[in-house]
């Protein structure tokens, strides 16, 4: 008995869907006709008639050989290239029901060059309830004091990693990036710590340092030794500072 994969609702038209996957399976590259023909294993003037047919979804760039590459303002693209989930719930809605939003809005703008590839990992697929939320921290060198009151302690807990995902949106290998991010209390979501450049930090001092401008106090440290899933290690820190209670 054969099994038949569940198709992906989305508003991409069924002519191109094949086409889109030949994208996201070269990290959005931009493709020749002949690249795309072997990636999809469907004829030239088949895939030149699919794509006329839906120019808004298409991009040319010069002419011998034509470069074609996906229109990076739809959103039906993101969405369908994440399978209709929201990135940071990680809830499977439809797809009228889903937005797109940057995954780090502090990201420095650079002016494109002729060569340069988009950045589609920055551009995330999220719900409504999503949407809105801060997914970045910023790093603030002068500490705030605490002002003076009765005071009692609370404590957090804080993991730092360094993240294994592509190396880079053109590139197929897998390793370890140059930043690290950290999640509070066992909670779903991680975050970046920026500095005041804008620059994600890519070391657990200056994420601690983002806590302890806070007045933080770091009272223990956990290195997890479970290689297999991190190499690097995964570092556990707990932290506790007075808080402050109304008179």
Same mark, same amino acid.
């Given at each position: 008995?054969?099994?038949?994969?569940?198709?992906?609702?989305?508003?991409?038209?069924?002519?191109?869907?094949?086409?889109?996957?030949?994208?996201? *399976?070269?990290?959005?590259?931009?493709?020749?006709?002949?690249?795309?023909?072997?990636?999809?294993? %469907?004829?030239?003037?088949?895939? %030149?008639?699919?794509?006329?047919?839906?120019?808004?979804?298409?991009?040319?760039?010069?002419?011998?050989?034509?470069?074609?590459?996906?229109?990076?303002?739809?959103?039906?693209?993101?969405?369908?290239?994440?399978?209709?989930?929201?990135?940071?719930?990680?809830?499977?809605?439809?797809?009228?029901?889903?937005?797109?939003?940057?995954?780090?809005?502090?990201?420095?703008?650079?002016?494109?060059? %002729?060569?340069? %590839?988009?950045?589609?990992?920055n551009v995330i697929t999220c719900?409504?309830?999503?949407?809105?939320?801060?997914?970045?921290?910023?790093?603030?060198?002068?500490?705030?004091k605490l002002s003076l009151g009765?005071?009692?302690?609370?404590?957090?807990?804080?993991?730092?990693?360094?993240?294994?995902?592509?190396?880079? *949106?053109?590139?197929?290998?897998?390793?370890?990036?140059?930043?690290?991010?950290?999640?509070?209390?066992?909670?779903?979501?991680?975050?970046?710590v920026l500095d005041n450049e804008?620059?994600?930090?890519?070391?657990?001092?200056?994420?601690?340092?983002?806590?302890?401008?806070?007045?933080?106090?770091?009272?223990?440290?956990?290195?997890?030794?479970?290689?297999?899933?991190?190499?690097?290690?995964?570092?556990?820190?707990?932290?506790?500072?007075?808080?402050?209670?109304?008179?």
């Amino acid at each position: 008995m054969m099994l038949k994969i569940a198709k992906i609702e989305s508003k991409i038209p069924n002519a191109i869907q094949e086409i889109i996957d030949a994208y996201i *399976s070269r990290s959005f590259e931009s493709l020749t006709y002949k690249q795309l023909s072997d990636q999809t294993r %469907v004829e030239k003037n088949t895939l %030149v008639q699919r794509i006329n047919r839906n120019l808004n979804y298409f991009r040319f760039i010069g002419d011998r050989p034509k470069l074609i590459e996906l229109n990076s303002d739809l959103e039906e693209i993101y969405i369908y290239r994440d399978k209709n989930q929201c990135q940071i719930c990680e809830k499977i809605f439809k797809p009228d029901e889903l937005h797109t939003r940057e995954k780090d809005p502090y990201r420095k703008k650079k002016k494109k060059q %002729v060569d340069e %590839v988009y950045d589609w990992e920055n551009v995330i697929t999220c719900c409504s309830h999503c949407k809105e939320k801060d997914l970045v921290k910023r790093l603030e060198l002068d500490p705030k004091k605490l002002s003076l009151g009765r005071k009692t302690w609370e404590y957090k807990e804080i993991t730092i990693r360094r993240p294994y995902k592509r190396i880079n *949106s053109t590139s197929h290998k897998f390793g370890y990036v140059n930043y690290m991010e950290f999640n509070e209390d066992n909670g779903p979501q991680w975050y970046h710590v920026l500095d005041n450049e804008n620059d994600i930090c890519n070391s657990k001092s200056e994420i601690l340092n983002f806590f302890g401008n806070r007045g933080w106090d770091l009272i223990n440290i956990e290195e997890e030794t479970d290689y297999d899933l991190q190499p690097t290690g995964v570092f556990q820190y707990l932290f506790k500072r007075e808080k402050i209670e109304g008179d």
